[in-house]
Structures are given as structure tokens and as C-alpha cells.
T-cell receptor, first 114, second 116 residues
């Protein structure tokens, strides 16, 4: 069975500081994609960053970067220079190469304080 | 612009009524999905479809039904058998293509269903 665990239900960070959101997953498969999605108060789900499991290099997108540890099955998201607009729920997710299902974590609510 | 549309944005239902939530995509994606989200919670999969005229139950399919007669459309019916249907419903699609950029799920804006 495939599972995703986000152990931090809620986090806070001061504007301009750096915060790391944790995610672990469990699968016996070797080929998969990992994602971080952001859900702001509007509730629109927005892709933040993606990582292909076969790539060793960690993905980066502007202020967002990941620390992908395949052996540990860990996929954390680092947000640098936090902005008020980063306030949102963040969901970790992954899908296997056959794309039958996407597996989501329970989410981390991030509050960026001015 | 390519994307996913859901309608209506807000929907009110009386107990005992069936209601249908619309989901349309013009991304030419093969796969489509329906999720339910309760306040402060994550996404739970209701149904998904990998191809036209075929769909599979997700984790919480009881009380829901779907159809996939066209590639671009995947409507969800919430039946009277669903005991607690008040929730936020999200539709998503993905291309299922491997090794290409758009392998993530794209989401619609959601429908908020309230049972009166």
C-alpha cells in the first residue's frame, strides 16, 4: 500500500525567514513522481514543485526547493524568504509511473506572520 | 486558455435529493479524478477514470456515482445514500504521460456542497 505522512499539522514562520515542511511516504515501487501542492484560502490547488524519483538532483523553483532522500523515503519542502502570500495548506503527494492514483498527505497549514 | 472548470461554485441540496456536480477539462487529459475535502482535512479520493467509458471506485465511493461518456467530462452525482455530503469537492485531471512535463494533477476551482 502507498501512504503519505505529513507529521506537522500546523506551522508558523516570520516573513522573510525560511521554513521546512516534512513529508515521508511509503511504497515498494521504485519509479514514481513526488509533488508539493499549495492550497491558499481560495482553495484552488496549485502545483508548487515536482520531483521525479529517478533524478538524484533536488528540484528547485525560485524560493521553493526540496530535499529528496529516496532511501529514507523523505521529501521535505523548503520555503526561503517566506512571503505573506505563502500562507496556505501544503500537501505532499506522489504517483506511481502507471498513474492510476495520486496519494496525498493530510496537509500542513503554514501561517506566515508579518 | 486550457484548464478545468467546475460548476456550480456553491450548491445547496435538501436532504433526500440527488445532485450532480459538473467537471469539464480542455487539457486533452485521459485521466480524471474526484476528491472530497472536509474542513481542515486532506483530499479523499471518491472516483477516478483513466479512459472514456471506464472508471474505478476510490476510497470513499459509497453514496456517489460518476460517468465518463466523453474525454473532457466527468460529472459526479451525490446521491441521497450519501449520509454526510456537506463538503468541498475537487475535480482533477492528469495526462498519464511518462517523462513529460505535465504529469501532475491539474485541479478545478471546486464546488462547495451544503445540505440544508
Amino acid at each position: 500500500a502507498q501512504t503519505v505522512t505529513q507529521s506537522q499539522p500546523e506551522m508558523s514562520v516570520q516573513e522573510a525567514e525560511t521554513v521546512t515542511l516534512s513529508c515521508t511516504y511509503d511504497t515498494s515501487e521504485n519509479n514514481y513522481y513526488l509533488f508539493w501542492y499549495k492550497q491558499p484560502p481560495s482553495r484552488q490547488m496549485i502545483l508548487v514543485i515536482r520531483q521525479e524519483a529517478y533524478k538524484q538532483q533536488n528540484a528547485t523553483e525560485n524560493r521553493f526547493s526540496v530535499n529528496f532522500q529516496k532511501a529514507a523515503k523523505s521529501f521535505s519542502l523548503k520555503i526561503s524568504d517566506s512571503q505573506l502570500g505563502d500562507t496556505a495548506m501544503y500537501f505532499c503527494a506522489f504517483t506511481l509511473y502507471n498513474f492510476n492514483k495520486f496519494y496525498f498527505g493530510s496537509g500542513t497549514k503554514l501561517n506566515v506572520k508579518p | 486558455d486550457g484548464g478545468i472548470t467546475q460548476s456550480p461554485k456553491y450548491l445547496f441540496r435538501k436532504e433526500g435529493q440527488n445532485v450532480t456536480l459538473s467537471c469539464e477539462q480542455n487539457l486533452n487529459h485521459d485521466a480524471m479524478y474526484w476528491y472530497r475535502q472536509d474542513p481542515g482535512q486532506g483530499l479523499r479520493l471518491i472516483y477516478y477514470s483513466q479512459i472514456v467509458n471506464d472508471f474505478q471506485k476510490g476510497d470513499i465511493a459509497e453514496g456517489y456515482s460518476v460517468s465518463r461518456e466523453k474525454k473532457e467530462s466527468f460529472p459526479l452525482t451525490v446521491t441521497s445514500a450519501q449520509k454526510n455530503p456537506t463538503a468541498f469537492y475537487l475535480c482533477a485531471s492528469s495526462s498519464r504521460s511518462q517523462g513529460q512535463g505535465d504529469n501532475e494533477q491539474f485541479f478545478g476551482p471546486g464546488t462547495r456542497l451544503t445540505v440544508l
